[in-house]
């Protein structure tokens, strides 16, 4: 059982929009910043997002994150069929549930 | 730029204790402010943060494992280690070594987990 909550999955079709959002608490998504994590078949996962919003340098602009109150969202604009993976959402967390917490993760199918 | 890479037995057997290995390249442990981490994956599932460590030495464990695990570094070698007890099958999962930029920086953004080793397997059985 994760500490963040997402959908198990979501589609999409190519050049569509998609949201993936993720439900937590006052102590973690609440009172800290949320990342997001694109995991390929077979690869490590990769940050797509942090603090929310940010984009590490070599991340397309397709994707975007926001927060609001104790819930985030991951957009990804444009659909690709190489945006076929797992995403993680990820935050700090203040209480007993260790620093880190993540999501369950989001296997995202373009159709 | 900084690459992971994990190594250790892939087969553990039930009671025994799984000691994983990650080597640091192209920059040094020492250098930066870094927290350095291990994260598991059991097969078809989800993420699991499992400890990290920091130059200071101080640690952090999930509140699920932390009466089994030791993560240590030795900057001698520059690597950093996992190690869990009394495993069980539970415990079989893709082991990911990882470095976590934490709040270094502005401390009101969590920079996340920006470089990751391959992972490697670990099965516990006999």
């Known amino acids: 059982q994760s500490v963040l909550t997402q959908p198990p999955s979501a589609s999409g079709t190519p050049g569509q929009r998609v949201t993936i959002s993720c439900s937590g608490h006052?102590?973690?998504?609440?009172?800290?910043?949320v990342n997001w994590y694109q995991q390929l078949p077979g690869m490590a996962p990769k940050l797509l997002i942090y603090?929310?919003?940010q984009r590490p340098s070599g991340v397309p602009d397709r994707f975007s994150g926001s927060k609001s109150g104790t819930s985030a969202s991951l957009a990804i604009s444009g659909l690709q069929s190489e945006d076929e993976a797992d995403y993680y959402c990820?935050?700090?967390?203040?209480?007993?549930?260790?620093?880190?917490?993540f999501g369950g993760g989001t296997k995202l199918t373009v159709l | 730029q900084v690459q992971l890479q994990e190594s250790g037995p892939g087969l553990v057997k039930p009671s025994q204790t799984l000691s994983l290995t990650c080597t640091v390249s192209?920059?040094?442990?020492?250098?930066?402010?870094?927290?350095w981490t291990w994260i598991r994956q059991p097969a078809g599932k989800g993420l699991e943060w499992i400890g990290r460590?920091?130059?200071?030495?101080?640690?952090s464990y999930h509140p699920s494992l932390k009466d089994r695990v030791t993560i240590a570094l030795d900057t001698s070698k520059n690597q950093f280690s996992l190690k869990l007890k009394s495993v069980t099958a539970a415990d079989t999962a893709v082991y990911f070594c990882?470095?976590?930029?934490?709040?270094?920086?502005?401390?009101?953004?969590?920079?996340?987990?920006?470089?990751w080793g391959q992972g490697t397997m670990v099965t516990v059985s006999s």
């Open positions: 990882a470095r976590d930029r934490g709040w270094f920086g502005d401390p009101n953004i969590y920079y996340g987990i920006d470089v």
């Open positions: 192209g920059g040094s442990i020492n250098g930066g402010s870094y927290y």
């Open positions: 460590t920091y130059i200071s030495g101080r640690t």
């Open positions: 006052s102590s973690n998504i609440g009172s800290n910043t």
């Open positions: 603090g929310n919003t």
């Open positions: 990820a935050a700090g967390d203040d209480s007993l549930n260790g620093p880190v917490v």
